[in-house]
């Protein structure tokens, strides 16, 4: 036996029934009222990444799939985890009879950085105080190492020393 579909009501599962001669047989269906579940994930960037989002643990989904005949109440939407991207927070979405609720997940960019270390040379130099910095930031010593600079260019400078011809400044493409 099966049941028709109705618009924003879940259909219940065909059956099987067995019928004997001479006896009448009952089969019985019940409807529940039922809605859907949108969510689009941004930016493109992250969707292209391959960022997807699921529904109670179910099967992932790509940005802006709807899924149909969810039973009515709360359900919980979480995001894949990609790499050079913060995953949006999980969240808890209400879903109401013949509607489709929405939501968005958010992606951020982790923002790649990169270390710098300058070897100054001779040691005699270095005895006599020479240094060095980066993007006019606090001087260092030889074989010091400045992190979290961002992806490309930085202007690499050095300190004077008395004696001593100072290096021009350089351009540092990181």
């Keep these: 036996v099966g049941f028709s579909t109705i618009s924003g009501w879940t259909t219940p599962a065909n059956q099987i029934i067995s019928v004997t001669t001479n006896s009448a047989a009952i089969a019985a269906g019940t409807y529940a009222l039922s809605g859907s579940l949108q969510v689009t994930i941004s930016p493109a960037g992250a ?10 643990g179910g099967t992932w989904q790509s940005s802006g799939a709807t899924v149909a ?19 949006p927070t999980s969240q808890t979405v209400s879903v109401s009879a013949s509607s489709t609720a929405t939501s968005t997940g958010s992606y951020v960019v982790i923002p790649l950085t990169s270390s710098l270390q300058v070897t100054i040379l001779p040691s ?21 190492t400045v992190s979290g600079l961002s992806a490309g260019s930085h202007l690499l400078g050095f300190k004077s020393v008395a004696g001593w011809n100072t290096p021009g400044s350089q351009i540092v493409t990181l």
């Design 47 to 56: 969707v292209s990444a391959g960022a997807q989002w699921q529904m109670d």
């Design 69 to 87: 005949n969810l039973s009515l109440g709360y359900h919980s939407v979480s995001f894949s985890t990609i790499s050079g991207w913060t995953t």
């Design 124 to 144: 005699a130099a270095i005895s006599a105080g020479a240094q060095w910095q980066v993007d006019s930031g606090a001087w260092q010593s030889s074989e010091d």
